[in-house]
């Protein structure tokens, strides 16, 4: 099914483009695909790089972009596969603050009322002096007088229901989460 690029450095010349350019195709993000061609996580360009450079991940599709030195010009991958399958439990995915805030749609979970990202704060649904684990099914988006005033209780301790239930932020929403959609990714997100 697919061709493996491999990852060619072209020798060139001196380049006209400044540090900037490079400094913003390595802040680009990359969607990494397991052995298996399942979409398993989006990283910058940067440490999908790095991930090639060593040896872990392939180049499975290039994007528009190069990062170019004094000596060399290498294509940002905008795709890379990882070379041996990796299992990733569904619940182990990595949590991130900026993933469940985008998710509950900057919307105090409790009050229901929009705050800007800075004035959130993510409050464990089962408290952590409960055993409630920092999952994305346990955190929601919550402002700081919300997450003060339910304290160490359950919402419905607090009486303080929940908007929703709090789930696994889907590849699809991640991908919704990116400003300038990749079309090479389209193929990888099927599911
Ligand atoms: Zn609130």
């Not at 905008?78 to 469940?100: D, T």
């Not at 919300?146 to 009486?159: S, Y």
């Amino acid at each position: 099914m697919a061709r493996h690029r491999t990852f060619n450095a072209t020798k060139r010349g001196s380049s006209p483009r400044g540090p900037t350019k490079v400094l913003m195709s390595l802040n680009r993000l990359v969607l990494v695909i397991n052995a298996s061609y399942e979409p398993i996580n989006i990283c910058s360009a940067r440490r999908a790089m790095t991930l090639v450079l060593k040896g872990t991940a392939m180049v499975q599709e290039v994007s528009a972009y190069v990062v170019r030195t004094s000596k060399i010009t290498l294509p940002v991958p905008s795709v890379v596969r990882l070379q041996k399958y990796r299992r990733v439990p569904r619940q182990n995915r990595a949590v991130s603050r900026k993933g469940i805030l985008f998710r509950d749609g900057y919307m105090c979970q409790y009050c229901r009322f929009k705050f800007a990202p800075a004035r959130l704060t993510l409050d464990h649904v089962i408290p952590r002096s409960r055993a409630g684990g920092s999952t994305w099914d346990n955190l929601v988006a919550a402002c700081v007088e919300c997450n003060n005033r339910k304290g160490d209780r359950t919402p419905q301790e607090a009486g303080m229901p929940l908007a929703k239930q709090p789930t696994q932020i889907s590849i699809h929403a991640k991908h919704r989460m990116l400003a300038g959609d990749e079309k090479t990714w389209e193929r990888y997100l099927f599911y």
